[in-house]
């Protein structure tokens, strides 16, 4: 397993940006596809986004889709999301996961989490 952790979260403004880093121990990185999901006060974690071990596969939740970009630098063992045209039902705690396949959006797939870091969108 991968130990992770999260960071950038923050209070913006409707409209702005972004950018959360997950930084990753461990030599295997590159064998981890990454996710990253969300999670609000009440509500069920989602699927946010997703990259493949290589980056050259990617897949995003309809909601995020056109805003949000999800990359990765295997050599520093960092996955990023690139948050665009934030709006307040984007406001959740999000987290980023790791997972020994090509690509998934399932919880369950994802066996390593990271703690988790909070983003409010505020009106």
């Known amino acids: 397993q991968v130990q992770l952790v999260e960071s950038g979260g923050g209070l913006v403004q409707a409209g702005g940006s972004l950018r959360l880093s997950c930084a990753a121990s461990g030599r295997t990185f590159g064998s981890y596809s990454m996710g990253w999901f969300r999670q609000a006060p009440g509500k069920e974690r989602e699927f946010v986004a997703v990259?493949?071990?290589?980056?050259?596969?990617?897949r995003y939740a309809d909601s995020v889709k056109g805003r949000f970009t999800i990359s990765r630098d295997n050599a520093k063992n960092t996955v990023y999301l690139q948050m665009n045209s934030l709006k307040p039902e984007d406001t959740a705690v999000y987290y980023c996961?790791?997972?020994?396949?090509?690509?998934?959006?399932?919880?369950?797939?994802?066996?390593?989490w990271g703690q988790g870091t909070q983003v409010t969108v505020s009106s």
């Open positions: 990259i493949s071990w290589s980056g050259g596969g990617t």
């Open positions: 996961a790791a997972a020994l396949l090509f690509i998934s959006s399932v919880t369950t797939d994802f066996g390593s």
